[in-house]
């Protein structure tokens, strides 16, 4: 019973927080803001350990909240469902949280909407522990669209900014087409379950995983199985959010947004909120391999072309974006081979070195008075000793050298991988190790051009080329809009590019901006040494995920090779993994610190791909004109076409014109003259008079 | 007035909620010569709608407090017969009686737009009128037929237990779909709407979009479906039909319009599509679902045109073009606005949602096809949403207008709240809601699967 107290006040003490920031942020001083925002999430986070030793104890809940509707048949509760999987997830939600609660308090302090921030991020706070802790699929998809919302309005956050409010739709309706696939599948669930619990879901799955249903009467390939198309519609959910490739445009575009949210949020828990879904859903897609196949060729695509985009990318937070983009596909590629423990232990290892990595950025950005190009930085280490550290340590786990958290996490994919039969995992081995040498190439790459070097910040900008200088541009333009009209200028964002000045030197931050540095890079060296054992192979998980060992022995196959989190990590450096990442450090650092002028000349040498990847791979174009663009010419038809030109001016006005018309043939013979009347009467007398005449 | 929502108050809390029947039932001879009496009463379905005709009125009398300032005692009259009027059709209980009211409602909304409208009030009050009084002829004919057919009866209740062959049926279903069509509207009798939201004032357009739009859906299920139940069914995969046109198509012209008020027009032609979907699915989930989002559409289409009116008061224009940056200068009223544009756009624990939501998944079950072209919704409702938000509130100050713009004052601070409390409230509880309509909708379809053929 007082448990069940506990398990409210989790995502209940943000949402006070959040209101208490938010309701009154106008009148409030910032102290009672943050102080209200990171109670609620040290609270939460607090009571998650506790709740966290319960379930280790073996205390699971799974129970109702309050009855949200009835209709016919159905019953739609709010409930809880508290087992390994969700503690798990409520760790990690919290302590990253808390991390970047105490982060914002330095990143945003010059911000006027510090105090709306705060309401913001301990809203979703809220949002994101209501969608892992539910128990049913409505709940699921509340918080799904709540996260959406909060990352909507944090990617917004600068809202005179153009390219913001341009990429928080952009994230909300890329969003919104994976939420119609999870519509579908939730309305399956319910037309063939007949309720949204998943328990009572789960429990009925073995039972219907012959069941077919018929899409397309009267063909043979019309009728599919029902199992196929569930998880297949769920998982387009699971695309939008956790940026599968196609629906993976929005989070690129998503750094717009404070760099204390794209950790937060576009990194470490909400992307990952689609990861979490289909692990939860272990027992219907177990069920079907041809949506496991599906799964894995989508992470995969994802996992190695995303891995491309980020070599390119100038803009230090676009190169950790592109890196989550490949990160999510990893996850995948693993929920794909039915190593959802793998994923899951993936998803918390990424989730503390990515935040780490994107607030290192962000120290980075401060130290650099506002550049994000990591062109003009270069020897950062000497100046910045804190992140120079803790960016190396996220970085090393990220590419994952042996003992790293990371390690651990994506080792056991590509393991998993490797002995998996599924359709697709040949494909997938090949990316998740190809994607090894990128990723390692793409984060070094960065490191080096960051912390190594020549120093080239404090000069002028004008020496670069073509498309940052361009977003450069835009933006100064914007900001002489800006000044131009807005009486407000305070709003001028501090992510704003401003840089260093002339002969300026980059310096070391505040401790509220380095402590969660440091409190998360101890995570990302230790995390997976210590839970690879008992989260992969000790059974941790329990009941909450649930495998079909028969038919996809993966885990088995890994279990029975592993021996220990220590030789794992000795036995991999004398395997191929190790030297693939060890190969995309050593080719970096030959290209970016010892012989500078390589890259330029790949550049030259490749025009057409490099076009390619400059363009990536040309989505968001075909997105704007065919897409959007197609849709509003259509919509501008049917509007003009239809509504206007057929319906009003040919039916209604029609109607309209044949009324007056014949009123107007009426009209003719009212003509209110006398002798108009008089003619016309001698002149019907004589017709008449004649007429009988003539008959006669 | 004020005390108007005062009394409808016990109408909730003494409902008994067990039983079908109708409740609070009236009946005194109005026509004797005739057997036309003023017969009221209220069951499941028709009592929300009660209630929530009070409450928008008083919406309604705040929203013009201050900002009408010409001929107050007649707009307000306006408003109060109108309220009256449109209680009594939700109440009628008489097919002539119905009538009646359903008829002269209009002349009040009439009044409404052509005095205190725009610069086209006059067209746009003609083509309302015209279009709704051209549905409500054949209407008029139906309830002869059925007063003939039934012994001289013009009980509602009497039509629905009284056998009809197959072809009347068909032709009295076809004469209150023409009227009912009109009133919702259903494409391709909406374009009325569109230019009497415009013309209209604040008000008027608050009370069109949350009331007088329901009279057309209220009607198929009061009329159509008990009365010609074999019609229906026969008929259902036309409504269908035309509520998925309703959804797409009029989604899709929504995303177009430059107008704030046409665009929210629109989007209303496309959420009453899910109320007449959600209806001729015959499943209790639809049905409920068609009804929740009948109610929530009140608060928020409500919401939205007051929203609309708060930013004409100021700027006199409604075009998206002459706004930009609204947030800057108003940002209370802009935290209003995104949280009834999340709602149009049927965010989770916002009432837009629950309806959606209910209709969505009765209609996998349907036709997963059906289904599916509902769905889109989900994409095109929010781009033409937020993508007018985007161009209207955010951005930098896009004109002198803009900058000089006040926030909002408390009394419509206490509107917007209002509105809030109802649109929040209903998404994130929307039992009390639904658990008043269980009993009244299980009759109703326990009643149109049994033919009436004999």
Not at chain 1, 414 to 423: L, Q
Not at chain 1, 623 to 643: C, I, S, T
Request: negative net charge; aromatic residues 14%.
């Amino acid at each position: 019973m007082d448990m069940q107290k506990l398990y409210l006040l989790v995502p209940l003490a943000p949402l006070l927080g959040a209101m208490i920031a938010g309701l009154f942020c106008r009148v409030i001083p910032r102290w009672v803001a943050h102080t209200a925002a990171i109670s609620g999430v040290a609270i939460a986070f607090i009571t998650s350990v506790v709740i966290f030793n319960d379930v280790a104890a073996g205390n699971t809940f799974n129970g109702p909240v309050y009855q949200w509707l009835t209709s016919g048949d159905y019953t739609f509760e709010v409930g809880f469902m508290i087992d390994q999987l969700t503690v798990t997830m409520m760790l990690v939600v919290t302590f990253v949280s808390l991390m970047v609660h105490i982060y914002t308090i330095g990143y945003m302090q010059d911000d006027p909407g510090y105090n709306r921030f705060f309401s913001y991020i301990a809203l979703f706070t809220f949002s994101m522990l209501m969608l892992v802790m539910s128990n049913n699929f409505m709940q699921l998809f509340f918080g799904w669209e709540a996260v959406g919302l909060v990352s909507y309005l944090l990617i917004g956050f600068w809202y005179t900014r153009p390219t913001a409010t341009l990429a928080n739709m952009k994230a909300f309706l890329v969003n919104r087409v994976g939420d119609f696939g999870f519509i579908l599948g939730i309305g399956l669930v319910l037309a063939h379950f007949g309720s949204l619990d998943y328990k009572t879901v789960f429990e009925q799955a073995p039972d219907l995983a012959q069941a077919t249903i018929t899409l397309f009467p009267g063909f043979d390939w019309g009728t599919v199985s029902l199992m196929s198309a569930t998880c297949i519609l769920l998982f387009i959910g699971a695309m939008g959010k956790s940026a599968q490739v196609p629906l993976h445009v929005w989070l690129p575009d998503s750094m717009e947004g404070p760099t204390p949210i794209s950790a937060l949020i576009h990194a470490a828990t909400m992307v990952t909120a689609g990861i979490f879904m289909v692990a939860r859903m272990s027992p219907l897609f177990e069920l079907s391999d041809t949506a496991l196949s599906f799964v894995i060729i989508i992470g995969s695509i994802t996992a190695l072309f995303m891995g491309f985009l980020g070599v390119i990318q100038n803009d230090i937070k676009r190169v950790v974006a592109y890196s989550t983009l490949s990160q999510l596909g990893y996850m995948t590629v693993a929920l794909g081979a039915s190593a959802y423990s793998v994923a899951i232990f993936h998803l918390m290892t990424h989730a503390f070195f990515k935040a780490l990595l994107f607030l290192a950025a962000g120290s980075v950005i401060i130290g650099m008075h506002h550049d994000q190009d990591i062109r003009n930085m270069g020897g950062l280490r000497k100046y910045m000793p804190i992140t120079w550290i803790t960016s190396l340590i996220g970085s090393l786990a990220l590419i994952g050298t042996p003992f790293f958290s990371g390690f651990y996490s994506k080792d056991s994919i590509i393991e998993a991988v490797a002995v998996s039969h599924i359709f697709g995992s040949g494909f997938a081995y090949f990316s998740v190790m190809a994607g090894v040498f990128v990723t390692a190439f793409y984060s070094f790459r960065m490191y080096f051009l960051v912390f190594h070097g020549e120093e080239r910040f404090g000069k002028a900008h004008e020496e670069h080329g073509h498309p940052v200088a361009a977003v450069h541009a835009k933006n100064d333009d914007h900001h002489a809009e800006v000044h131009d009209g807005d009486l407000d200028d305070e709003e001028v964002s501090p992510d704003h590019h401003h840089g260093l000045a002339p002969g300026q030197k980059p310096h070391e931050t505040p401790w509220v901006v380095w402590l969660p540095l440091v409190m998360l890079a101890i995570p990302s060296v230790v995390i997976g040494y210590i839970a690879i054992e008992p989260m992969l192979y000790g059974g941790f998980f329990k009941d909450a995920i649930s495998i079909n060992a028969e038919a996809h022995p993966v885990m088995e196959e890994l279990a029975h090779e592993f021996h220990g989190a220590f030789a794992m990590a000795t036995h991999a450096l004398s395997s191929p993994v190790f030297w693939l990442a060890f190969a995309g450090v050593a080719v970096s650092w030959f290209f970016y610190l010892k012989r500078p002028e390589i890259p330029t000349a790949i550049k030259a040498a490749c025009g057409p791909i490099y076009t390619v990847l400059e363009n990536k791979y040309y989505f968001d174009k075909f997105n704007e004109v065919v897409l959007a663009g197609g849709l509003r010419l259509l919509g501008r038809g049917l509007w003009k076409g239809g509504d206007v030109g057929v319906i009003d001016g040919l039916i209604v006005g029609g109607a309209v014109r044949l009324v007056g018309g014949i009123s107007m043939l009426a009209r003719f013979f009212q003509s209110g003259h006398i002798y108009h009347y008089a003619f016309t009467m001698i002149f019907g007398v004589c017709a008449l008079l004649s007429f009988w005449l003539l008959r006669a | 007035m004020r005390p108007g929502l005062l009394v409808t108050i016990p109408l909730y809390t003494g409902f008994d909620a067990t039983t079908p029947a109708m409740q609070f039932v009236e009946l005194s001879p109005w026509i004797p010569r005739f057997n036309i009496n003023y017969n009221l009463g209220v069951d499941g379905i028709s009592m929300l709608f009660l209630i929530l005709n009070s409450f928008i009125t008083i919406v309604v009398v705040l929203a013009g407090w201050q900002v009408i300032d010409n001929k107050i005692a007649q707009y307000n009259a306006g408003f109060l017969i109108m309220s009256g009027l449109l209680n009594g059709i939700f109440a009628s209980l008489d097919g002539m009686l119905f009538y009646v009211f359903f008829e002269a409602s209009l002349i009040p909304l009439y009044l409404i737009i052509g005095v205190w409208g725009g610069p086209r009030r006059v067209y746009a009050a003609f083509k309302f009128f015209l279009f709704t009084l051209m549905g409500s002829l054949l209407f008029l004919i139906s309830l002869i037929y059925l007063f003939v057919q039934s012994g001289g009866s013009f009980s509602i209740l009497d039509w629905h237990q009284m056998p009809i062959a197959m072809v009347p049926q068909m032709w009295i279903f076809l004469a209150f779909l023409v009227a009912f069509a009109v009133k919702v509207p259903m494409w391709p009798v909406h374009t009325w709407l569109p230019d009497a939201h415009v013309e209209a004032p604040t008000g008027g357009s608050i009370v069109l979009a949350a009331i007088a739009l329901k009279l057309g859906a209220y009607g198929f299920l009061r009329f159509s479906l008990p009365i010609a139940p074999d019609a229906s069914h026969e008929l259902s995969g036309l409504l269908v039909g035309l509520s998925l046109i309703a959804i797409v198509y009029i989604g899709l012209v929504a995303l177009v319009q430059e107008d704030m008020k046409k665009l929210v027009a629109y989007s209303s032609i496309a959420h009453m599509g899910f109320v007449t979907l959600g209806f001729f699915m015959f499943s209790a989930l639809g049905l409920e679902g068609a009804l929740v989002q009948m109610v929530s559409h009140g608060f928020i289409a409500g919401a939205m045109f007051y929203c609309i009116g708060v930013m004409y008061d100021r700027v006199h224009s409604r075009q998206i073009v002459d706004y930009g940056g609204v947030v800057n200068t108003m940002p209370k009223f802009a935290a209003f606005f995104m949280l009834f544009a999340m709602a149009n756009a049927g965010l989770p624990a916002t009432s837009g949602f629950v309806g959606e939501f209910m209709v969505i998944l009765a209609a996998v079950k349907y036709n997963f096809w059906v289904a599916f072209a509902a769905a889109t919704t989900m994409i095109v409702g929010a781009a033409y949403t937020l993508w007018m938000y985007k161009r209207v509130v955010f951005g930098a100050v896009g004109n002198h207008h803009v900058a000089d713009l006040k926030d909002i004052n408390s009394r419509e601070f206490l509107v917007l709240t209002l509105l809030a409390v109802g649109a929040l409230g209903m998404g994130l509880y929307p039992q009390p809601f639904t658990e008043v309509m269980h009993s009244s909708v299980n009759e109703l379809l326990r009643h149109i699967a049994v033919s009436k053929i004999l």
